[in-house]
């Protein structure tokens, strides 16, 4: 069983980050502050769209923001200890079940 913790979003830039291997991929750079164990620590966590991403997804910030989190949750509870430092990089789609919407041709406007 591991220690309680709890986390929070302390900030977020919005960019397009460069890739080594291709285009710039739009995303967030979340920085979330951890407090466990009675230790306060931050994680940066890089979380870059999908190319397949919805609308809807691509502006939702809080489901962003929770995947974030989730992701770091399920990070310490594979033995990850936030003091250890490192780069986080994760990749956010639409979420599972969800259908992309249809897209309206462009000559309509109803």
Request: proline share 7%; charged share 20%.
């Amino acid at each position: 069983m591991t220690a309680p913790f709890s986390m929070a979003v302390e900030s977020a830039l919005s960019a397009h980050f460069k890739q080594a291997d291709g285009p710039s991929l739009p995303g967030v750079e979340w920085l979330v502050c951890i407090e466990r164990d009675g230790r306060t620590h931050h994680a940066r966590v890089r979380a870059l769209l999908q190319p397949g991403a919805s609308k809807a997804t691509r502006a939702d910030q809080a489901y962003q923001a929770q995947t974030t989190m989730q992701y770091l949750a399920d990070q310490m509870e594979s033995g990850w200890d936030p003091a250890d430092e490192r780069e986080h990089l994760i990749h956010i789609g639409d979420p599972h079940g969800q259908a992309p919407a249809a897209a309206k041709p462009w000559w309509k406007v109803w």
